[in-house]
T-cell receptor, first 115, second 112 residues
Framework: AQSVTQLDSQVPVFEEAPVELRCNYSSSVSVYLFWYVQYPNQGLQLLLKYLSGSTLVKGINGFEAEFNKSQTSFHLRKPSVHISDTAEYFCAVSSFLQGAQKLVFGQGTRLTINP | DAGVTQSPTHLIKTRGQHVTLRCSPISGHKSVSWYQQVLGQGPQFIFQYYEKEERGRGNFPDRFSARQFPNYSSELNVNALLLGDSALYLC???????????FGSGTRLTVV
């Protein structure tokens, strides 16, 4: 079974500092990986996804992530954060279950930006 | 274009009651999936429907059921509500084979 581990439940950083949110996955098959952001009282918004090809994936709002197959990681990075980046971030892996295509999510990382 | 729309946005129910949540997918998307997000956790897969047929079910009791209509909208039904069913219920639409899942804003269900 596929699973996702987000290594940090909370990450506080100062505005304009760089940030890395860590994600490790376990899977015995080819993986498709995703990062979603959830602002307070809202649904999930897709930041970026890795399906194949280049291991460095660029997403919206200046975020990027690097797929590392040997380390089974898909860490999310941003070189300079803004107050508006304060949110919950979820890493997910796509899984197939008896004909269903589903996402398996990590527990989330709360990113807090301090001025 | 309208995104994924869910209704109602908030709902309060009493233990033992049943509830129906609704979802309209993005135009042209034929697959709808439902997720439950308990406070402080990541979303958990409940169902996927495609072309009005259930394609998969997560680890949820039979009190949870769903259906998809000819216009691809969907309903999630939960019977005999428990306090533990309190959560944000998210709907996502996609095309089969397309990994661009789009989520709605969710329905916040509180069971008292």
């Amino acid at each position: 079974a596929q699973s996702v581990t987000q290594l940090d439940s909370q990450v506080p950083v100062f505005e304009e500092a760089p940030v890395e949110l860590r994600c490790n996955y376990s899977s015995s098959v080819s993986v498709y990986l995703f990062w979603y952001v959830q602002y307070p009282n809202q649904g999930l918004q897709l930041l970026l996804k890795y399906l194949s090809g280049s291991t460095l994936v660029k997403g919206i709002n200046g975020f990027e992530a690097e797929f590392n197959k040997s380390q089974t990681s898909f860490h999310l990075r941003k070189p300079s954060v803004h107050i508006s980046d304060t949110a919950e971030y979820f890493c997910a892996v796509s899984s197939f279950l008896q004909g269903a295509q589903k996402l398996v999510f990590g527990q989330g990382t709360r990113l807090t930006i301090n001025p | 274009d309208a995104g994924v729309t869910q209704s109602p946005t908030h709902l309060i129910k009493t233990r033992g009651q049943h509830v129906t949540l609704r979802c309209s997918p993005i135009s042209g998307h034929k697959s709808v999936s439902w997720y439950q997000q308990v406070l402080g956790q990541g979303p958990q897969f409940i169902f996927q429907y495609y072309e009005k047929e259930e394609r998969g079910r997560g680890n949820f009791p039979d009190r949870f059921s769903a259906r998809q209509f000819p216009n691809y909208s969907s309903e999630l039904n939960v019977n005999a509500l428990l306090l533990g069913d309190s959560a944000l219920y998210l709907c996502a639409s996609s095309e089969i084979g397309d990994y661009g899942y789009t989520f709605g804003s969710g329905t916040r269900l509180t069971v008292v």
